[in-house]
T-cell receptor
Framework: GEDVEQSLFLSVREGDSSVINCTYT??????LYWYKQEPGAGLQLLTY?????DMKQDQRLTVLLNKKDKHLSLRIADTQTGDSAIYFC????????????FGKGTTLSVSS | DADVTQTPRNRITKTGKRIMLECSQT?????MYWYRQDPGLGLRLIYY???????NKGEISDGYSVSRQAQAKFSLSLESAIPNQTALYFC????????????????FGPGTRLTVT
């Protein structure tokens, strides 16, 4: 079945760039998303990219998509302590229409 | 006011009890979803509904049932709760609008933390 994989932990220093990586198994046209979950809160959409795009930039966030390798990354420039959270990679499923399949989440820890 | 609300926010129940988690939305979306989150496992889809008369099983529907009482309300029931259903449960909604610039973004509620003892 479809799968989304991401590393579980990333630790960076304040002011550095963070890069969170994600791979997926299905190559059909799809939307790919990055969601952020702060402690005790629900999920908030950070950004998304359609599979016919290579890159999308939104302020401090840059999403890169390598469709050949089925690899998605989220780069956060000038990482701040407020960026500490769990980041989920997700994609639309084939079987469930616009329902999402999620990676296990990457916990980003930012130290000052 | 929050666009997607979930009640209760926290619940402790005993094995074998029936429990209902409720979700309401004011976004006017026709699509609603229930996910559960377990530490280290991400979110997994339990059930989804694309309109009031449409109910579909997700990846992990066993032990759960749902009811779409109205466009704005989607409830999740555990008929006989068991300890491995202890998890954080999220409701989400999305718009069915299609088109080249539509993101199909899902909007999540704050979650219900359920503990089954």
């Amino acid at each position: 079945g479809e799968d989304v994989e991401q590393s579980l932990f990333l630790s960076v220093r304040e002011g550095d760039s963070s890069v969170i990586n994600c791979t997926y198994t299905d190559s059909s046209s799809t939307y790919l998303y990055w969601y952020k979950q702060e402690p005790g809160a629900g999920l908030q959409l950070l950004t998304y990219i359609f599979s016919n795009m290579d890159m999308k930039q939104d302020q401090r966030l840059t999403v890169l998509l390598n469709k050949k390798d089925k690899h998605l990354s989220l780069r956060i420039a000038d990482t701040q302590t407020g960026d500490s959270a769990i980041y989920f990679c997700a994609k639309t499923t084939n079987q469930a229409g616009t329902a999402l399949i999620f990676g296990k989440g990457t916990t980003l820890s930012v130290s000052s | 006011d929050a666009d997607v609300t979930q009640t209760p926010r926290n619940r402790i129940t005993k094995t074998g009890k029936r429990i209902m988690l409720e979700c309401s939305q004011t976004k006017g979306h026709d699509r609603m979803y229930w996910y559960r989150q377990d530490p280290g496992l991400g979110l997994r889809l339990i059930y989804y509904s694309f309109d009031v008369k449409d109910i579909n099983k997700g990846e992990i529907s066993d032990g759960y049932s749902v009811s779409r009482q109205a466009q704005a309300k989607f409830s999740l029931s555990l008929e006989s709760a068991i300890p491995n259903q202890t998890a954080l449960y999220f409701c989400a909604t999305s718009d069915s609008t299609t088109g080249p610039f539509h993101s199909y973004e899902q909007y999540f509620g704050p979650g219900t933390r359920l503990t089954v003892t």
